[in-house]
Structures are given as structure tokens and as C-alpha cells.
């Protein structure tokens, strides 16, 4: 079946534009996560949902970034007044549960901020 | 901080050779998984061993968990040049979401 789709695959933009990023999860998965991996680092916790629970945010490093899920399936990481330090692939994972179980992830988003 | 730390950060090995990695964490979990990174973009899972268990096998891939040193390590054997990735230990020190270490940048060199 289909995995988890993300799009665009790549995105450059000027400093201080807004870029949404989008992640089609695996159907029937109820879990959405959404991590930052800067260039040769490990992955960076940004939000996760869950059903129709309050999303999870603690990770949101600043109040330009948001998230949203529509209808409990497609996902949109907006990032407004993008900064260079926003430079990084963004990586989107689904799971059937969020307890502690296999996620499965999408290519990824490579955002360069010039 | 991260949860999971990953030893060594980058291994360069000959083919064939065993490959191993280890990862420590430092709170009480209910699972680790290992997943491998090609190219630095999407992760794929390998295994997931839980708490009560000590090891686990997948094909070429031995697991060991260690809960009272908080620590656990992945053995490739007999290596191979598609080996070549980046690997991941992840906890869920919360029972929720994971949380993943640095990574281990193995080579597989012909």
C-alpha cells in the first residue's frame, strides 16, 4: 500500500517568506509526528497529533512554526517569516498507535532558507 | 537533551566484517526500536525490542537490551556496501512519542 507522502520534496525560499509543508500519513494511521533534522544531526521532535486529542507542541522551537491536521489525516507544518536557521528536512511519521510503536516515515521536505 | 546517545558516531568497516553499534538512554522505557537513514532523508524501522526482553534477531541483525546499564547495541553481521546509512536508536521514555539519538554513520567500504 501506500507509505506516507510528503511534499514539496524540496523548497528554497527568501528569508522572511512563509512556506506550508505537507505530509499525506498511511491511511488508517492515527498518529502524525513532525521532526526537524539539520544537516548531519539527529531528529528533532517538532509535534505530533493524536486522533482528535489536543496536538502534542512542546517541541515547536519558536512561535513562527504551527502545525495543523485536517480531518484527522493530511497534515500542514507552516513556518512563517522563514530564518536561515530554518534550513533543514523536515520529516513527517504516522503510527496506528503513539505508544511507543513503529512510526513510519515520509521522504522528507528539504527546506533551504536563503 | 537527548535521550538516546549513540557509540561510536561513525564506523567504517570492510565488507563482510560484523558492524556493531550501541545506544544508551538514560530514563526507564517500554520499547527501543533501531531504524536506518539513507541519504538523510526518510527513516525505515529494523526492530523493536521491548522491555522484557533481552535480544532479538531480524535476518543479519541481532539486537541486545540491557535495562539495568540502560543500554543496548545492533550488530550487522556479514556487511554489505548497501549496509551504508545512518542508524538510529529511538526510546519512549514517556510511553508516548520517541525520542532519537544522534546517529551512527556506518561505511561499508568494498
Known amino acids: 500500500g501506500a507509505g506516507v507522502s510528503q511534499s514539496p520534496s524540496n523548497k528554497v525560499t527568501e528569508k522572511g517568506k512563509d512556506v506550508e509543508l505537507r505530509c499525506d500519513p498511511i491511511s488508517g494511521h492515527t498518529a502524525l509526528y513532525w521532526y526537524r533534522q539539520s544537516l548531519g544531526q539527529g531528529l528533532e521532535f517538532l509535534i505530533y497529533?493524536?486522533?482528535?486529542?489536543?496536538?502534542?507542541k512542546s517541541g515547536l522551537p519558536s512561535d513562527r512554526f504551527s502545525a495543523e491536521r485536517t480531518g484527522g489525516s493530511v497534515s500542514t507544518l507552516t513556518i512563517q517569516r522563514t530564518q536561515q536557521e530554518d534550513s533543514a528536512v523536515y520529516l513527517c511519521a504516522s503510527s496506528f498507535t503513539t505508544f511507543g510503536g513503529e512510526q513510519y516515515f515520509g521522504p522528507g521536505t528539504r527546506l533551504t532558507v536563503t | 537533551s537527548q535521550q538516546g546517545e549513540e557509540d561510536p558516531q561513525a564506523l567504517s568497516i570492510q565488507e563482510g566484517e560484523n558492524a556493531t553499534m550501541n545506544c544508551s538512554y538514560k530514563t526507564s522505557i517500554n520499547n527501543l526500536q533501531w531504524y536506518r537513514q539513507n541519504s538523510g532523508r526518510g527513516l525505515v524501522h529494523l526492530i523493536l525490542?521491548?522491555?522484557?526482553?533481552r535480544e532479538k534477531h531480524s535476518g543479519r541483525l541481532r539486537v541486545t537490551l540491557d535495562t539495568s546499564k540502560k543500554s543496548s547495541s545492533l550488530l550487522i553481521t556479514a556487511s554489505r556496501a548497501a549496509d551504508t546509512a545512518s542508524y538510529f536508536c529511538?526510546?519512549?521514555?514517556?510511553?508516548?512519542?520517541?525520542?532519537f539519538g544522534q546517529g551512527t554513520r556506518l561505511t561499508i567500504n568494498p
Open positions: 525490542i521491548r522491555s522484557n526482553e
Open positions: 529511538a526510546t519512549d521514555p514517556a510511553g508516548q512519542k520517541l525520542v
Open positions: 497529533f493524536q486522533g482528535n486529542s489536543a496536538p502534542d
